[in-house]
């Protein structure tokens, strides 16, 4: 069975702080795929990131930073110089099919709230 | 195209009374998929389709749910003789086979 823990329910940081969004995850599967996606109050899953696991490498887009550590089955989601519009439910997730959602498995997502 | 289109966004229903939502996915994509999320929690798989052919159900999908994807465009997916536990919110997903997938809006249920 595969499971995603994202241990922190609620995260509160002052606007231009940097902050880190962690994910555990659990599966049998030699072959599975991550996911990140950011859940604004509109309530549309909008896709950030996926990544394979055969592809350990870190990911850098503009702000957003992703670490994938196979050894420890984490793949934790950094925001750097935070901003407002960042606030919103993060949640990671994982795929033993490749790309889409079938079988996805979610976590239960990090609500992140960027203060002024 | 604009993205995965909803309807409706809201719908509140007496127990016992059946629903219909609707799902247009991106024109091109030829999975859809339906997703249930309940406060606080992620989102869970409920079933699939490629093309018209529902491939994959999950034991979420009691035998009151139904989905329906006629001629591979848009979905619906039904639920009969609704219950206070069918309070969630319904999302569809569409992409194209081995390729992200992209999320609607979601219809949100409440039944009283």
């Known amino acids: 069975a595969q499971k995603v823990t994202q241990a922190q329910t609620e995260i509160s940081v002052v606007e231009k702080e940097d902050v880190t969004l962690d994910c555990v995850y659990e599966t049998r599967d030699t072959t599975y795929y991550l996911f990140w996606y950011k859940q604004p109050p509109s309530g549309e899953l909008v896709f950030l990131i996926r990544?394979?696991?055969?592809?350990?490498q870190n990911e850098i887009s503009g702000r957003y930073s992703w670490n994938f550590q196979k050894s420890t089955s984490s793949f934790n989601f950094t925001i750097t110089a935070s901003q407002v519009v960042d606030s919103a439910v993060y949640f990671c997730a994982l795929s033993a099919f490749e790309g889409g959602a079938d079988g996805l498995t979610f976590g239960k997502g990090t609500h992140l709230i960027i203060q002024p | 195209d604009t993205g995965v289109s909803q309807d409706p966004r809201h719908k509140i229903t007496k127990r016992g009374q059946n629903v219909t939502f609707r799902c247009d996915p991106i024109?091109?994509?030829?999975?859809l998929y339906w997703y249930r999320q309940t406060l606080g929690q992620g989102p869970e798989f409920l079933t699939y389709?490629?093309?018209?052919?529902?491939?994959?159900k999950s034991r979420l999908l009691s035998d009151r749910f139904s989905a329906e994807r006629p001629k591979g465009s848009f979905s619906t997916l039904e639920i009969q003789r609704t219950e206070q536990g069918d309070s969630a919110m319904y999302l569809c997903?569409?992409?194209?086979?081995?390729?992200?997938?992209?999320f609607g809006q979601g219809t949100r249920l409440t039944v009283v």
């Open positions: 990544r394979n696991s055969f592809d350990e």
């Open positions: 024109s091109e994509h030829n999975r």
């Open positions: 997903a569409s992409s194209l086979m081995i390729a992200e997938a992209f």
């Open positions: 389709f490629q093309n018209e052919a529902q491939l994959e």
